[in-house]
Protein backbone atom coordinates (compact mmCIF):
# COMPACT_ATOMS: atom_id res chain seq x y z
CA UNK A 1 0.00 0.00 0.00
CA UNK A 2 1.69 3.15 -1.39
CA UNK A 3 -0.57 5.36 -0.35
CA UNK A 4 -2.14 8.39 -1.69
CA UNK A 5 0.38 11.07 -3.74
CA UNK A 6 0.22 14.01 -4.65
CA UNK A 7 2.56 16.50 -7.14
CA UNK A 8 3.73 18.72 -6.87
CA UNK A 9 4.21 19.24 -3.38
CA UNK A 10 4.13 23.02 -3.23
CA UNK A 11 3.00 25.43 -6.60
CA UNK A 12 3.90 28.75 -6.44
CA UNK A 13 2.88 31.28 -8.85
CA UNK A 14 1.56 34.43 -10.35
CA UNK A 15 -2.24 35.60 -10.71
CA UNK A 16 -3.87 34.78 -13.80
CA UNK A 17 -1.38 32.03 -14.50
CA UNK A 18 -2.90 28.75 -14.89
CA UNK A 19 -2.03 25.37 -12.39
CA UNK A 20 -2.55 22.06 -12.78
CA UNK A 21 -2.52 19.23 -10.00
CA UNK A 22 -2.40 15.65 -10.35
CA UNK A 23 -3.13 13.08 -7.74
CA UNK A 24 -2.78 9.32 -7.66
CA UNK A 25 -4.98 7.36 -5.43
CA UNK A 26 -4.15 3.87 -3.44
CA UNK A 27 -4.21 1.74 -6.51
CA UNK A 28 -7.52 -0.70 -5.74
CA UNK A 29 -9.54 2.79 -5.13
CA UNK A 30 -12.24 3.24 -7.66
CA UNK A 31 -13.14 7.01 -5.85
CA UNK A 32 -10.90 9.67 -5.80
CA UNK A 33 -12.20 12.91 -3.86
CA UNK A 34 -10.75 16.96 -4.07
CA UNK A 35 -10.72 18.83 -1.18
CA UNK A 36 -9.57 22.36 -0.63
CA UNK A 37 -8.74 23.14 2.73
CA UNK A 38 -7.49 26.84 4.25
CA UNK A 39 -5.63 28.06 7.89
CA UNK A 40 -7.79 27.24 10.59
CA UNK A 41 -10.65 25.20 8.62
CA UNK A 42 -11.44 21.61 7.95
CA UNK A 43 -11.24 20.36 4.43
CA UNK A 44 -14.02 21.44 2.10
CA UNK A 45 -15.14 19.25 -0.44
CA UNK A 46 -15.06 20.18 -3.67
CA UNK A 47 -16.08 16.69 -6.38
CA UNK A 48 -15.29 13.07 -6.32
CA UNK A 49 -14.83 10.62 -9.00
CA UNK A 50 -16.32 6.85 -8.98
CA UNK A 51 -13.57 5.39 -11.82
CA UNK A 52 -13.71 7.77 -14.37
CA UNK A 53 -17.21 9.29 -13.95
CA UNK A 54 -17.11 12.44 -12.06
CA UNK A 55 -20.62 11.94 -9.70
CA UNK A 56 -20.58 15.07 -7.54
CA UNK A 57 -19.64 18.68 -7.67
CA UNK A 58 -19.82 21.23 -5.17
CA UNK A 59 -21.25 24.97 -5.79
CA UNK A 60 -17.60 26.00 -4.66
CA UNK A 61 -16.35 24.40 -7.50
CA UNK A 62 -16.05 27.62 -9.95
CA UNK A 63 -16.01 27.04 -13.47
CA UNK A 64 -12.51 28.06 -13.66
CA UNK A 65 -12.01 24.88 -11.73
CA UNK A 66 -11.86 21.39 -14.00
CA UNK A 67 -11.29 17.59 -12.56
CA UNK A 68 -10.41 14.95 -14.18
CA UNK A 69 -9.89 11.20 -13.90
CA UNK A 70 -9.68 9.90 -17.87
CA UNK A 71 -9.18 6.16 -17.09
CA UNK A 72 -10.14 6.10 -14.11
CA UNK A 73 -6.63 5.83 -12.16
CA UNK A 74 -4.40 8.85 -11.65
CA UNK A 75 -6.99 12.26 -11.58
CA UNK A 76 -5.53 15.86 -12.38
CA UNK A 77 -7.38 19.56 -10.76
CA UNK A 78 -6.69 22.53 -13.27
CA UNK A 79 -7.57 25.73 -11.94
CA UNK A 80 -7.83 28.49 -15.19
CA UNK A 81 -6.88 32.50 -14.14
CA UNK A 82 -6.15 31.97 -10.74
CA UNK A 83 -6.82 34.46 -8.04
CA UNK A 84 -5.20 35.58 -4.21
CA UNK A 85 -8.35 33.66 -2.71
CA UNK A 86 -7.37 30.30 -4.53
CA UNK A 87 -4.25 30.13 -1.76
CA UNK A 88 -5.01 26.83 -0.18
CA UNK A 89 -3.90 23.20 0.61
CA UNK A 90 -5.66 20.80 -2.16
CA UNK A 91 -6.20 17.52 -0.81
CA UNK A 92 -6.58 14.15 -2.64
CA UNK A 93 -7.96 11.07 -1.09
CA UNK A 94 -9.40 8.05 -2.87
CA UNK A 95 -11.09 4.93 -1.26
CA UNK A 96 -13.25 1.71 -1.99
CA UNK A 97 -16.56 3.06 -2.88
CA UNK A 98 -19.52 0.91 -2.88
CA UNK A 99 -18.22 -2.03 -0.61
CA UNK A 100 -20.26 -0.72 2.62
CA UNK A 101 -18.76 2.06 4.74
CA UNK A 102 -15.01 2.88 3.79
CA UNK A 103 -13.17 5.72 4.81
CA UNK A 104 -11.74 8.10 2.39
CA UNK A 105 -7.46 7.66 2.93
CA UNK A 106 -5.50 11.33 2.43
CA UNK A 107 -2.56 12.28 0.22
CA UNK A 108 -0.18 14.84 1.42
CA UNK A 109 -1.78 17.65 -0.43
CA UNK A 110 -0.22 20.79 -2.45
CA UNK A 111 -0.24 23.87 -1.05
CA UNK A 112 -0.72 26.40 -3.36
CA UNK A 113 0.44 30.10 -3.14
CA UNK A 114 -0.69 32.91 -5.52
CA UNK A 115 1.79 35.98 -5.65
CA UNK B 1 -24.29 27.47 7.76
CA UNK B 2 -21.38 25.12 9.35
CA UNK B 3 -22.65 21.77 9.99
CA UNK B 4 -20.12 20.49 11.92
CA UNK B 5 -18.56 22.01 15.01
CA UNK B 6 -15.65 21.41 16.82
CA UNK B 7 -16.10 24.49 19.65
CA UNK B 8 -12.50 23.52 21.58
CA UNK B 9 -9.73 24.72 19.19
CA UNK B 10 -7.33 23.67 21.97
CA UNK B 11 -6.49 21.04 23.97
CA UNK B 12 -3.75 19.99 27.09
CA UNK B 13 -3.61 16.62 28.68
CA UNK B 14 -1.12 15.13 30.80
CA UNK B 15 1.11 12.03 29.65
CA UNK B 16 -1.24 8.86 30.68
CA UNK B 17 -4.72 10.40 31.56
CA UNK B 18 -7.71 10.36 29.00
CA UNK B 19 -8.01 12.78 26.27
CA UNK B 20 -11.77 14.02 25.20
CA UNK B 21 -12.30 15.14 22.14
CA UNK B 22 -16.02 16.59 20.89
CA UNK B 23 -17.92 17.54 17.90
CA UNK B 24 -21.35 18.49 17.35
CA UNK B 25 -23.16 18.53 14.14
CA UNK B 26 -26.87 19.59 12.94
CA UNK B 27 -27.49 17.47 9.62
CA UNK B 28 -29.68 14.54 11.07
CA UNK B 29 -29.10 13.42 7.58
CA UNK B 30 -25.74 12.59 8.61
CA UNK B 31 -25.19 8.33 8.32
CA UNK B 32 -21.30 7.35 9.00
CA UNK B 33 -18.74 9.09 11.37
CA UNK B 34 -15.12 9.57 11.23
CA UNK B 35 -11.76 11.07 13.01
CA UNK B 36 -8.59 12.09 11.14
CA UNK B 37 -5.33 13.05 13.12
CA UNK B 38 -3.20 15.68 11.11
CA UNK B 39 0.31 16.17 11.92
CA UNK B 40 1.71 19.71 10.07
CA UNK B 41 2.72 19.11 6.45
CA UNK B 42 0.97 15.89 6.16
CA UNK B 43 -2.35 15.01 5.17
CA UNK B 44 -4.84 13.78 7.44
CA UNK B 45 -4.88 10.54 8.82
CA UNK B 46 -7.81 7.99 9.21
CA UNK B 47 -8.11 7.33 13.06
CA UNK B 48 -11.52 5.28 13.81
CA UNK B 49 -15.07 5.61 12.22
CA UNK B 50 -18.68 4.43 13.34
CA UNK B 51 -21.76 4.22 11.74
CA UNK B 52 -24.95 5.63 12.40
CA UNK B 53 -26.93 2.17 13.77
CA UNK B 54 -24.08 1.83 16.57
CA UNK B 55 -23.33 4.28 19.16
CA UNK B 56 -19.88 3.26 20.36
CA UNK B 57 -16.74 2.02 18.29
CA UNK B 58 -13.36 0.68 20.01
CA UNK B 59 -9.79 0.64 18.00
CA UNK B 60 -7.42 0.14 20.97
CA UNK B 61 -6.31 2.93 22.75
CA UNK B 62 -9.10 4.97 20.59
CA UNK B 63 -13.05 5.03 21.25
CA UNK B 64 -15.45 6.74 19.16
CA UNK B 65 -19.16 7.52 20.67
CA UNK B 66 -22.02 9.04 18.88
CA UNK B 67 -25.33 10.49 20.38
CA UNK B 68 -27.89 10.60 18.08
CA UNK B 69 -30.53 12.01 19.81
CA UNK B 70 -28.15 15.27 20.95
CA UNK B 71 -26.36 14.60 17.72
CA UNK B 72 -22.82 14.67 19.43
CA UNK B 73 -19.35 13.10 18.30
CA UNK B 74 -16.96 11.95 20.60
CA UNK B 75 -13.48 10.48 20.56
CA UNK B 76 -11.44 8.82 23.55
CA UNK B 77 -8.00 8.40 24.08
CA UNK B 78 -6.60 6.47 26.80
CA UNK B 79 -4.10 6.75 28.05
CA UNK B 80 -2.57 9.92 25.89
CA UNK B 81 0.98 10.15 24.88
CA UNK B 82 2.97 12.36 23.78
CA UNK B 83 2.84 11.26 19.66
CA UNK B 84 -0.76 11.84 20.10
CA UNK B 85 -0.31 15.90 19.34
CA UNK B 86 -2.08 16.55 16.70
CA UNK B 87 -5.01 18.46 15.11
CA UNK B 88 -7.91 16.21 15.11
CA UNK B 89 -10.95 16.45 12.67
CA UNK B 90 -14.17 14.80 12.95
CA UNK B 91 -15.63 14.55 9.78
CA UNK B 92 -19.38 13.14 8.90
CA UNK B 93 -20.75 11.78 5.58
CA UNK B 94 -24.16 12.75 4.01
CA UNK B 95 -25.80 12.37 0.67
CA UNK B 96 -23.19 11.40 -1.91
CA UNK B 97 -19.60 10.30 -0.46
CA UNK B 98 -18.83 14.09 0.12
CA UNK B 99 -17.41 14.47 3.36
CA UNK B 100 -17.61 17.52 5.45
CA UNK B 101 -15.12 18.46 8.25
CA UNK B 102 -15.32 19.86 11.54
CA UNK B 103 -12.64 22.97 12.37
CA UNK B 104 -10.30 20.86 14.23
CA UNK B 105 -9.06 20.75 18.19
CA UNK B 106 -4.91 21.16 18.34
CA UNK B 107 -4.42 18.24 20.93
CA UNK B 108 -1.29 18.55 23.12
CA UNK B 109 0.10 16.29 25.07
CA UNK B 110 2.60 17.22 27.96
CA UNK B 111 5.20 14.60 28.91
Known amino acids: DTGVSQDPRHKITKRGQNVTFRCDPI?????LYWYRQTLGQGPEFLTY????????KSRLLSDRFSAERPKGSFSTLEIQRTEQGDSAMYLC?????????????FGDGTRLSIL | DQQVKQNSPSLSVQEGRISILNCDYT??????FLWYKKYPAEGPTFLISISSIKDKNEDGRFTVFLNKSAKHLSLHIVPSQPGDSAVYFC??????????FGTGTRLAVRP
Open chain 2, 91 to 100: AMRSSGDKLT
Open chain 1, 27 to 31: SEHNR
Open chain 2, 27 to 32: NSMFDY
Open chain 1, 49 to 56: FQNEAQLE
Open chain 1, 93 to 105: ASSLGGWGNQPQH
